[in-house]
């Protein structure tokens, strides 16, 4: 199989589908890689890397999209990539298109085989190729949110570990799965007080067992949010329902009462954002302010430490690209339940229920779709 390895185009996007030994460990496999020229370049590769791996530099997207079996990305498509998409290649990336129409119907469009990371599955039911770069948002928006609170950002102008004598921000994570966890990790070792707000118990004793009390842990209602978010200096919303849109759980009320200079991260922006005064920013221009709270809602936050990003999104992505490169996608599908559910549009058809419901189109199952 021939693997296409575009240059991410998005902007401040740095991160690289494969990095030069995913390169190699594929060609061990007999497959060649096509690599467009200064694709890793942002993240310290040079074509002489990948060529010494065993890849072939080409010049153009277009020339990749033009001969790959299979296009390997880290973002989704954007616009003037969809167009090269052709009927039957495999796109294999992060997709997240529950909160965003054009995508899908472009995609549908291309009738090509459009697999999304963060809706694969493991035999536990958890995302493993989501989980890294949870990761490093959740340990990321900790970060992000100290700067905004600080007055060059339009903060309130507050240290989130305080100093002796003068008390911690106030730090709430509404949602305490992978993100939320790590947002967690970090701000606890800055000496912040940390809430953590989620709607499953068995979470929330995991996190107690974890924590052991250095985190407040409240089951999650419409009240807790309200009351929590109220008291807050930084909100991280580290909402996601797999597949769909996330949804809205602080409103534009809650905006408007929260404390002046306080900031929010919306760390579910790439699922439509979890506050309803949420939209999508760039690393070229990060924040903005609503009723006197600071925004931070970056849609590609793990891009600013791209080769962290890189190498932990590889280490995931590795082996499951490698399956469908072996075997084809319809054989690395079919012998994996939790990787067929990472398909979301093949043969003009949507096979996401998260995604066919949003947007209320027509949804076929994945084995029917596949088998037409």
Do not use: W
Not at 286 to 293: A, G, L, W
């Amino acid at each position: 199989m021939i693997i296409g390895i575009p240059k991410e185009i998005k902007n401040h996007e740095y991160r690289v589908g494969l990095i030069p030994a995913s390169v190699r460990e594929l060609l061990s496999h007999g497959h060649q890689v096509i690599v467009e020229t200064h694709a890793g370049i942002g993240i310290g590769f040079s074509d002489d890397d990948y060529i010494a791996a065993g890849a072939s530099i080409l010049h153009s997207s277009a020339d990749i999209f033009a001969q790959a079996d299979m296009i390997v990305k880290v973002k989704e498509p954007q616009i003037v990539e969809r167009a090269m998409l052709k009927e039957g290649q495999i796109l294999f990336t992060y997709l997240h298109l529950a909160p965003d129409f054009p995508q899908t119907e472009a995609l549908i469009k291309s009738k090509a085989v459009c697999i999304a990371y963060e809706t694969v599955t493991d035999n536990m039911g958890r995302l493993p190729l989501l989980a890294p770069m949870s990761e490093v948002a959740g340990r990321m928006s900790v970060q992000a949110g100290a700067l905004a609170l600080e007055k060059s950002h339009a903060g309130m102008g507050l240290l989130l570990s305080g100093v002796p004598g003068v008390a911690p921000a106030k730090v709430v994570i509404i949602g305490g799965g992978v993100v939320g966890a790590n947002a967690a990790r970090i701000a606890i070792g800055l000496k912040a007080e940390v809430t953590i707000l989620d709607k499953n118990i068995d979470a929330l004793r995991r996190l107690d067992e974890e924590f052991q009390g250095r985190v407040k842990l409240i089951y999650s209602t419409a009240d807790a949010i309200e009351q929590q978010v109220l008291e807050a200096d930084l909100v991280i919303g580290a909402v996601l329902i797999p597949g769909a849109a996330a949804p809205k759980l602080v409103t534009k009320e809650h905006i408007k009462r929260m404390k002046p200079g306080s900031a929010i991260v919306d760390v579910a922006i790439d699922q439509g954002g979890c506050i309803e005064t949420s939209r999508p920013t760039t690393h070229d221009n990060p924040t903005y302010v609503i009723d006197n709270v600071v925004h931070y809602c970056v849609a590609n936050m793990p891009g600013a430490v791209a080769r962290t990003s890189t190498f932990a999104l590889n280490n995931a992505t590795l082996p499951y690209i490698v399956k469908l490169a072996n075997l084809g996608y319809q054989q690395a599908l079919l012998s994996d339940p939790g990787f067929l559910k990472g398909l979301n549009i093949i043969h003009g058809q949507i096979t996401c229920r998260e995604v066919a419901d949003n947007f209320k189109l027509p949804y076929v199952p994945p084995l029917e779709a596949i088998n037409h």
